[in-house]
């Protein structure tokens, strides 16, 4: 089987078996909804969101919100594995939830438990803030008469192009929203599409908008301003990786070290110039340090049955990034790990 076909299977599995844990607490959640106490109270300060599938980065990322951000900000994580403990996030209020599309779980954040704020920030598990001063930017930015939002991680290989001018998308990985504007004035909507023709910087335009893009497209062709943080200043306020997910899922599937090892070294090295094993070994680097990290704050490393060594993940690493091609590497995990790890 291909791997992108394994991990397809696997995504569908993984919905599966969380659902037993998460959809009875889900389906409470809907039935009381409306509730005026279900929604976060009336407050300047801005609602921070996240979404969990793997609960040793979820430590991780709570840890680097209490620290730098304290009490700045009130905080809702949305536990799709049905594996956290509630009790373990102090000052968190984690309500476990189906493992939804990530831009229908936003737009429910959105919408009803963040009504009562003007700033809604989305923020990956994967994302992690290492700095007070982003919320003071936040707070800033979207104080700017005009301003949707702010994003600290925009993407990076397509642009817009509207009216001649061009565009960074603020993609959703660190995303302050102004919901005045977003959801009670502009009624937007979150959620995917087809039909992106905006020149790539890579050569076939994207084809799909991903979370927030067509909503991006629609504020910036109203004449909002989208901010986008500089990108020399965007590693002083984050620090994080990308596209985990599929890599957690192989990790769920494998029983062994072993069986994650050969997941790898039993493709040919021809392969390791497409996206799928470049993408899910960035993934297996990140969650190691993760692991580190863990460890670091916890005293003792999370359970991961299936995560190999260090040592043998960095085998693999000497022996494949000569094959990746396009001036790829996986330095960039290792700057983001220090950031990190220097953070905590």
């Known amino acids: 089987m291909a791997p992108h076909e394994l991990l397809q299977r696997l995504f569908k599995r993984f919905s599966v078996q969380t659902?037993?844990?998460?959809?009875?607490?889900t389906l409470g959640y809907y039935l009381t909804r409306m509730r005026a106490e279900s929604a976060l109270s009336v407050s300047d300060k801005p609602a921070l969101f996240t979404m969990?599938?793997?609960?040793?980065?979820?430590?991780?990322?709570?840890?680097?919100?209490?620290?730098?951000?304290?009490?700045?900000?009130?905080?809702?994580?949305f536990d799709c594995s049905g594996e956290l403990i509630a009790s373990e996030f102090?000052?968190?209020?984690?309500?476990?939830?189906?493992?939804?599309?990530?831009a229908t779980k936003s737009q429910e954040f959105l919408d009803h438990i963040a009504k009562n704020r003007k700033i809604s920030w989305l923020c990956d598990d994967d994302m992690f803030i290492i700095s007070p001063?982003?919320?003071?930017?936040?707070q800033r930015e979207l104080a700017v008469p005009n301003t949707a939002s702010l994003s600290f991680r925009p993407r990076n290989w397509w642009h817009f192009e509207i009216n001649g001018t061009s565009h960074a998308?603020?993609?959703?990985?660190?995303?302050?929203?102004n919901r005045e504007i977003v959801c009670d004035k502009e009624h937007i909507s979150l959620a995917p599409a087809n039909g992106n023709e905006h020149p790539s910087d890579m050569g076939k335009p994207p084809k799909r908008y991903d979370t927030f893009d067509k909503a991006n497209e629609v504020l910036l062709t109203k004449g909002y301003r989208c901010a986008v943080v500089?990108?020399?200043?965007?590693?002083?306020?984050?620090?994080?990786?990308?596209?985990?997910s599929g890599t957690v899922m192989l990790l769920r599937h494998f029983t062994t070290p072993e069986q994650t090892l050969d997941f790898f070294t039993s493709q040919p090295a021809e392969k390791?110039?497409?996206?799928?094993?470049?993408?899910?070994?960035?993934?297996?680097?990140?969650?190691?340090?993760?692991q580190e990290c863990y460890t670091t704050l916890m005293?003792?490393?999370?359970p991961l049955r299936s995560l190999p060594s260090k040592k043998a993940l960095e085998d693999i690493r000497r022996a494949r990034e000569p094959h990746l091609g396009g001036g790829r590497s996986f330095k960039w995990i290792d700057e983001a790990g220090e950031r990190l790890k220097k953070a905590l």
């Not at 102090?90 to 990530?102: M, S």
């Not at 998308?169 to 929203?177: D, F, H, I, T, V």
Request: one cysteine or more; charged letters at 15%.
């Open 299 to 302: 005293g003792r490393p999370y």
């Open 19 to 25: 659902a037993f844990t998460t959809a009875l607490p």
């Open 230 to 244: 500089p990108e020399t200043e965007q590693d002083k306020y984050v620090t994080g990786f990308s596209g985990m």
């Open 169 to 177: 998308p603020s993609g959703s990985y660190c995303l302050a929203l």
């Open 272 to 290: 390791w110039d497409a996206n799928v094993l470049y993408g899910t070994f960035s993934s297996l680097l990140a969650i190691e340090c993760i």
């Open 90 to 102: 102090p000052g968190a209020r984690v309500q476990k939830f189906l493992n939804f599309y990530a």
């Open 133 to 138: 001063a982003a919320v003071e930017l936040v």
């Open 52 to 77: 969990n599938i793997l609960p040793p980065m979820m430590t991780v990322w709570h840890h680097c919100v209490k620290k730098y951000l304290g009490d700045s900000v009130d905080t809702v994580i």
